[in-house]
């Protein structure tokens, strides 16, 4: 048997026709979540951070850099002019005051101290000719040994300038040459400071 619909009124159908659909409203992304501004926020500080790691390596090594160019743009480089060049390259990272006291051998054992282990005993005997020549009248010295005593040191200024620098800690001063206070490490000068320094 089969069920009839009801009989409907006017009135009913009216009531029972359908609507058309509606589309639910867009969802906004914004505002943006708290855990998206965190995530921003740290990636900024991140991105400036190693920015200003970046420009402290850079400032750092540019008197590094400096001497190494120096030394590459005079191959007839002197032992003497060499030595003068690696206590200018220390002292641009290392107080001046007290490495100024610095001479002949105590100023070697430093310079050698600041190499890796590995280099300290090619470093010392590359330069050793140069630190004892330092001091000899320059008539007692022939001109062939000169050039190898020169070759040598700037090869040793070389290996010391590219392993030793920056100086990153305090020196042990006091084991290389007695001074009241260790020496300290500055942050490297600017050019421009530098240059007015020199003025």
Known sequence: MAIANPPTSPGQSAQLQLHDIHVPEQVSNFPIAPGWWLLLALLVIGTFWLYKKWK????????K???????ENSPAMSAKEC????????????????LAKLYGEGFQRLLMK???????????????AAFQQQ????????????????????????????????????????EVFPIDT???VNKPMSVEKEKELSE
């Open 56 to 63: 402290q390596g850079i400032r750092l090594n540019a008197s």
């Open 114 to 128: 600041q190499l890796p282990v590995k280099h300290q005993a090619n470093f010392t005997k590359l330069i050793n």
């Open 83 to 98: 030595i003068t060049l690696l206590k200018w390259a220390a002292m641009q990272y290392v107080n001046r005051q007290q």
């Open 135 to 174: 001091y000899q009248a320059e008539q007692a010295i022939l001109n062939t040994a000169t050039t190898d005593i020169d070759r040598d040191c700037q090869q040793a200024t070389k290996l010391w300038l590219t392993h030793a620098l920056p100086i990153k800690g305090p020196l042990a001063i006091d």
């Open 65 to 71: 850099k400096q001497a190494l160019t120096a030394l």
């Open 182 to 184: 260790p020496l300290t």
